[in-house]
């Protein structure tokens, strides 16, 4: 008898007997994606890659590492995101530290990260001075240090109403070793000092009654603050556009990251303080999710 439940138990610890009962409990649980994130999670608590997962199912597990991989799958039954689970989600081929007091970077912003980098920040470059960014809302910093990660010629201030956002965002700052950052904490512009070439913000701008119909992963666990952009969606766009020139140099450039199909209002709306539309910029599905524009007064 003993001898069979001790088989039993070797059994349940090897990768496929893990992997099995992992994608079972999440997928009885409705979680989407429940055999990736079971091989993300089992991953991540055992080190082991996906490769080896795949080519020695029947390699056994440690106690230590079953009770971890186990707590995860619990945290994951909640809809509780892989992300935060883990504490960390890369974006832009950096790794950035992530907890629930910011929202997880998402590849959709990194095309705007790219697009900046290819075709705003070389040409509005002056010899000898470096690029003056500013990241309102911040969040993690992901947008803000991925530029200053990847545009060596950048002066980057990173701003968020959250203090205990920019506490993360600091400390992706030191781990990525980039030193001269600049964090302001206050509503907005509130407390930003200076003028910048570039103002980058991926702001909240969801109405209130859509983000009750969003998945459990983004409604019961991502921060409402970083979310709701009021009835409309677009309160915080306002705002924005309202107070954004005032922090930007002479022909500087506002990007804002928008919901689906928002360009349509705010484009008029930013037109309306100045700015003269540059560019809608897609996102991998081709969908618009950035507006670029140039302050149109100041450039004349």
Not at 122 to 129: D, F, H, L, S, V
Not at 183 to 210: C, M
Not at 218 to 230: F, N, V
Request: proline share 5%; with cysteine; hydrophobic share 45%.
């Amino acid at each position: 008898m003993k001898a069979g439940l001790s088989r039993v138990k070797r059994m349940k610890n090897t990768i496929k007997a893990l992997l099995e009962e992992g994608s079972r409990r999440l997928k009885d649980q409705g979680v989407p994606s429940a055999r990736l994130d079971a091989e993300i999670l089992l991953g991540a608590a055992a080190g082991l890659d996906r490769v080896l997962m795949y080519t020695e199912p029947s390699r056994e597990i440690s106690g230590d590492q079953v009770q971890r991989y186990e707590a995860w799958i619990a945290r994951r039954c909640d809809f509780e995101p892989v992300a935060y689970i883990l504490g960390h989600k890369e974006f832009m081929g950096l790794d950035f530290v992530v907890s629930p007091a910011v929202l997880i970077p998402r590849p959709d912003t990194e095309c705007l990260v790219e697009y900046l980098l290819a075709q705003v920040l070389p040409k509005i470059q002056e010899p000898g001075a470096p690029v003056k960014i500013l990241d309102l809302c911040t969040g993690s910093g992901a947008i803000g240090l991925s530029l200053a990660h990847y545009f060596k010629d950048s002066q980057v201030s990173l701003s968020d109403i959250s203090a205990e956002a920019l506490a993360v965002a600091r400390e992706n700052a030191v781990r990525l070793g980039l030193e001269d950052i600049t964090f302001f904490e206050g509503d907005l512009f509130a407390p930003v000092q200076g003028s910048f070439g570039l103002v980058v913000s991926n702001p909240p701008y969801i109405p209130n009654q859509v983000i009750e119909g969003l998945s459990r992963d983004i409604k019961d666990h991502e921060p409402r603050l970083a979310l709701s952009g009021g009835d409309s969606g677009f309160d915080i766009y306002g705002r924005i556009a309202g107070e954004a020139q005032a922090y930007l140099e002479a022909a500087g450039f506002l990007m804002l990251e928008i919901g689906d199909g928002q360009e349509k209002a705010l484009v008029p709306m930013l037109e309306a303080q100045g700015f003269e539309l540059t560019a809608l910029v897609p996102d991998l599905t081709g969908t618009i999710r950035g507006v670029l524009v140039q302050n149109r007064i100041l450039a004349g």
